[in-house]
């Protein structure tokens, strides 16, 4: 029998490209988290919690798989705590300006930030033009053109982006006012709104080959940070795309019910002052019967779990599609002495096992 001549990865990280995909295997779980997570960008969004009866059941691989097939769609954010355990509002908010600031293909230099800025800016700018409080020749084509063509409107860089250069011109007084009118859309709170306005517009108006802009908002951004203010953030994004707050590496917080209490929080501030983000929390039974479930209420527990999407063991046919998708030459062999262990089957273990095993039956089948 033979066995894979690349190493294994037993491990995957979320945001990176994962291994291959075993048709069958947890399937059912990625389904369900997929058509959960595709709703409308107006729909409220969901406390969605991924367990798993132990780590290495493929949780990470099932977010992975999940991303790639409607990220299209969506923002996926993952939040690392900072020491294993605890959240910190600072780091969260520079590491998704960081995934939203990385240039676009052939865009001469635009970000995933600079688009939704302009959005933004368009949102609060278009009651101001409807009303006739900011003046303009064709009231209607310009309300329109922030409508259909917010990303031309607001081209800062363009010498005939008009509305752009004029707001930019005036945006001491428009500030406020379109700061306003957001908060008035989006039901966020108006000092946090004009916080996050001011902070983009900065960010926006520099030209994308001017070193360190980036740099600027993430000082701005990052300093004296609270929940309040990523989860504002959020919710500003979620105006224009569907936003996923994932949290997959939650290790640290076995038996911290202090740390879990403190991530637990930090969430429901996310998910109070951004409804429309999910959440999907991925956890080991063992973490959360240690940690969460002493730690928290029943009303916080309710939050965080709105939807329980359960990973189990490998059937047969799980095994053997496993270690197909893997290269082994002969899975459904070796999946059977697998099963005459009765070992735990779940993804990695099964690996381990096979590829220690692969190489002492070859050795027995060709003596």
């Known amino acids: 029998m033979s066995s894979p001549s690349h190493p294994q990865p037993y491990f995957e990280h979320f945001g990176h490209p994962g291994a291959v995909h075993a048709p069958g295997v947890n399937d059912q779980a990625e389904r369900k988290l997929g058509r959960i997570l595709s709703q409308p960008v107006e729909s409220l969004g969901k406390g969605i919690l991924l367990r ?7 949780k990470t691989h099932v977010l992975e798989r999940v991303r790639q097939q409607i990220g299209e769609g969506h923002e ?67 309300a329109q053109a922030l409508v259909k063509r917010p990303v031309e409107t607001f081209n800062f860089h363009h010498p005939q982006a008009v509305t752009a250069h004029w707001t930019r011109e005036n945006f001491e007084v428009l500030g406020p006012r379109i700061s306003l009118e957001i908060s008035q859309e989006t039901g966020c709170s108006l000092n946090q709104v004009a916080f996050w306005v001011a902070a983009l517009f900065r960010f926006a108006t520099a030209s994308p080959e001017q070193a360190g802009r980036g740099g600027l908002l993430f000082q701005t951004a990052t300093a004296d940070a609270e929940p309040e203010r990523f989860g504002i953030l ?24 202090s740390g879990a209490r403190a991530m637990a929080g930090f969430l429901s501030t996310i998910r109070q002052e951004a409804p429309r983000v999910d959440i999907v929390v991925s956890v080991n039974d063992d973490v959360w019967e240690s940690a969460f479930v002493p730690a928290l209420s029943g009303g916080l527990l309710d939050r965080l779990s709105e939807v329980v999407i359960r990973l189990d063991g490998l059937d047969d046919a799980g095994v053997i599609a496993l270690l197909q998708a893997r290269g082994y030459a002969q899975p459904e062999e070796l999946a059977r002495h697998i099963a005459g262990e009765g070992m735990e089957r779940h993804a990695r273990a099964v690996l381990r096992r096979a590829s220690e095993m692969a190489p002492q039956l070859g050795e027995s089948q060709g003596s």
């Open 52 to 58: 798993a009866p132990r780590a290495g059941y493929g």
């Open 76 to 142: 996926f954010i993952p939040l690392r705590p900072v020491d294993g355990a605890r959240p910190n509002p600072g780091a969260a908010i520079e590491d998704a300006l960081r995934r939203l600031t990385r240039q676009l293909p052939a865009s001469g230099g635009l970000t995933l930030l600079d688009i939704y800025s302009r959005h933004l800016f368009a949102l609060g700018l278009r009651p101001l033009v409807i009303s006739g409080e900011v003046p303009c020749q064709d009231r209607e084509a310009a």
């Open 234 to 257: 959020l919710a500003l994004l979620a105006r224009l795309r569907r936003i996923v707050l994932v949290v997959d590496d939650l290790e640290g917080v076995h038996g911290d019910v």
